[in-house]
């Protein structure tokens, strides 16, 4: 199993090999504890494949309150110790940035995953609570790239930052004039927001060493933008695939 740790939620998938059997999703709670979220994982495999024995574990998380637990719940529930990946573990990637430290598991495991899956130089989208930009030069390097605030963290800002502005679904509007407030919202939240990840992602092609890019979009809310953008690569399951890769990279 290979769990996403997520700040808004926990991504989960169960393979064999390299083959994903079954994806599942949990919302991330700080105030669950190892059995609460065994519970909950254990429940899932019992629905979702009945018969399936976990192997091995391995998590990556951007929620540092949550890496114990996880550890926790992997060694009493599931009977397993966990393969914690970091952005300093072993996977054969350089980080070309100033920081290292700072980047996200996630964006690393995208980039292991686009390098080794799709090829590179690629930019990976990924539409979660942030919506990040990552790019990945020919040799597989992290070459850096952006973070956008997320559509619906942009959506729920709105309504918690004004007194009259309601919350709205983040869904393509009819029109770009709006006829009432929420339509005028949507406008802003979805076609406002492909505006901004268009110039951003021009911007971002243009800086690639190479103009031979691929686009690769993930995330929760990358099936509802990967339609309206320019030629792409849909991979939802892209985080998940560089967990299994980086497990692999770590256990042999």
Known sequence: MAADIGNTAITLGAFRGPRLLRRWSLPTRLGRGPEAYGRAVRALLREGLPRAEVGAFVFGSVVPELDAVFSA????RLGVVPVVVTPRSALGIRLRVRTPAEVGVDRVLNALA?????GSPAVVLDFGTATTFDCVGEGGEYLGGSILIGPALAARGLAWGTSKLPEVSVRPARAYIGKDTAE???VGLFQGYLGMVREVLRGTLKELPSARGRVIVTGGWGGAFSPHL????PAPDLTLQGLRLAHELISH
Do not use: F, K
């Not at 686009?114 to 799709?118: G, V």
């Open 73 to 76: 719940m992997a060694r009493r």
């Open 114 to 118: 686009a390098h080794r899956l799709y």
């Open 184 to 186: 005028c919202i949507r």
């Open 230 to 233: 320019p030629r792409n690569i």
